[in-house]
């Protein structure tokens, strides 16, 4: 019930006051006044310094984009050139193994022929030497040979000469002795 | 809220002896024959309040924002990219200071009305969007009019576009809507939403707590305040909603206007 009557005084203030909601509509001046002030501070704020402190973290964050993709891009270079690198030094590697084995092999080789060569040489002159050295006994054998026949020769026909050993069986004998001789 | 003479011992509720009560504050002091009050002193608190969120969101040529920051940068893209490029265009980017300081001053003060210990929309006082909405209308029109001579107004009232029967009408339409209504609404929308917003609350919250503090008195009916105090508390988080709401549909709309005078073709 007292609620009542308050909400009817309500009713009947609003009513006596006249324009009651228009008064809510209209604005002070003062409100007015303090509104723009208001609202002129954050403007200023936001054209002054905010929007400079805007653009210069973009700035700064997109240079930072820029710098970090361009390292990226230095240290990509780098390594490409390093593995270029690496890769002629390895290239450069092989063909210097390659040539080593090469020579290696060359050079094996050649020891071998040198080696092949001299054993033949000494071979042959090993052989060249025992030839000589046969032919060179047998002559020698074949002189002291004949030396021997000689004088066996000599100191059997004495003997025989010594016996019956007539003039013409004499001659005989030493010719067929000295062509014997002839004939070895 | 000040309220008139009422005995509280012997009544349930002190009715405001105006709704205007709810709105407006005893004077603190007067400067000139202007009476100054705690209204006056919230808005400039939310200047301050706006300043103090954008300096420290912004201060720093951070490269990885704190969370803080990024929250402030998110909303100031958002007018940026999201009002000032998308609507206007590239010519947009004159206009964004205006529009960022609308955007945000709007919402602080809208936000007042569930800042607890402040719990006041100072956009509920119509000297804000009266003052914003006539800035908008006067860049509006004078973009219009710069841009396009008087063909502004010629070609709003008479539009060739239009058959030539509906022209007049439509052309009236037009006019009226433009160079009449566009401010009055733009004000009102926010105003009224705030004022909406505001009532809703007070009654809501300040009856539903009367009502439970009476319950000894008046037994189990004044069960009912728990109802309302909990719909209060619903309405408190619909609110954060309307005041993020109504900042960004002023702010769009400004935006909007802008872009009619600037790309006006009919």
């Known amino acids: 019930m007292q609620l009542l009557t308050a909400l009817a005084v309500l009713a009947t203030e609003e009513g006596a006051e006249s324009g009651g909601g228009l ?87 050649q020891l071998k022929a040198d080696i092949v060569a001299r054993a033949e040489e000494e071979a042959a002159s090993t052989l060249a030497k025992a030839r000589d050295e046969a032919q060179s006994e047998k002559s020698r054998a074949l002189a002291e040979a004949r030396r021997e026949v000689g004088e066996i020769s000599v100191g059997l026909a004495e003997r025989i000469v010594g016996g019956s050993l007539d003039g013409k069986m004499q001659q005989d004998l030493i010719d067929r002795y000295l062509a014997d001789l002839e004939k070895l | 809220m000040a309220t008139s003479e009422c005995d509280v011992v012997n009544e349930v509720i002190c009715a405001p002896a105006n709704v205007n009560e709810l709105f407006e504050f005893p004077t603190i002091f007067t400067i000139g024959g202007l009476e100054f009050s705690r209204t006056h002193i919230l808005m400039l608190l939310a200047a301050f309040v706006t300043v103090a969120i954008l300096y420290y969101g912004l201060r720093g040529q951070r490269l990885v924002p704190t969370k803080f920051g990024a929250a402030v940068e998110g909303m100031v893209d958002f007018v940026k990219d999201g009002i000032a490029r998308d609507v206007i265009g590239p010519e947009g980017t004159k206009y964004v200071p205006y529009l960022m300081a609308m955007f945000f001053f709007l919402l602080v003060g809208n936000l007042f009305e569930i800042t607890p210990l402040i719990n006041f929309p100072i956009t509920s006082r119509m000297a804000i969007p009266a003052f914003l909405a006539l800035t908008t209308y006067v860049i509006f029109m004078f973009l219009g009019f710069a841009k396009n001579n008087f063909r502004y107004l010629i070609d709003t009232a008479w539009p060739k576009t239009v058959p030539i029967g509906l022209r007049w009408l439509v052309g009236l339409i037009e006019v009226f809507s433009i160079f009449i209504l566009r401010p009055i609404t733009l004000a009102v929308r926010l105003f009224a939403n705030m004022v909406a917003g505001h009532l809703m609350l007070t009654l809501l919250l300040t009856s539903g707590l009367i009502f439970v503090a009476a319950i000894p008195e008046i037994g189990v009916k004044g069960t009912i305040g728990v109802f309302w105090f909990g719909l209060g508390l619903f309405m408190f988080l619909l609110e954060i909603l309307i005041g993020v709401l109504q900042a960004y549909i002023f702010t769009l709309l400004t935006a909007i206007y802008i872009e009619s005078s600037i790309h006006f073709e009919h």
């Open chain 1, 23 to 109: 008064s809510l509509i209209l604005p002070p001046t003062s409100e007015l006044i303090a509104g723009i002030i208001a609202f002129l501070i954050v403007f200023w704020f936001v054209g002054r310094r905010a929007m400079p402190m805007i653009n210069r973290t973009l700035e700064a964050r997109q240079q930072a984009i820029t710098g970090q993709l361009s390292e990226a891009e230095e240290a990509k270079r780098e390594a490409e050139s390093l593995l270029a690198d690496y890769r002629a030094q390895l290239a450069d590697a092989k063909t210097e193994g390659n040539r080593i084995i090469e020579e290696a092999r060359a050079s094996g080789e």
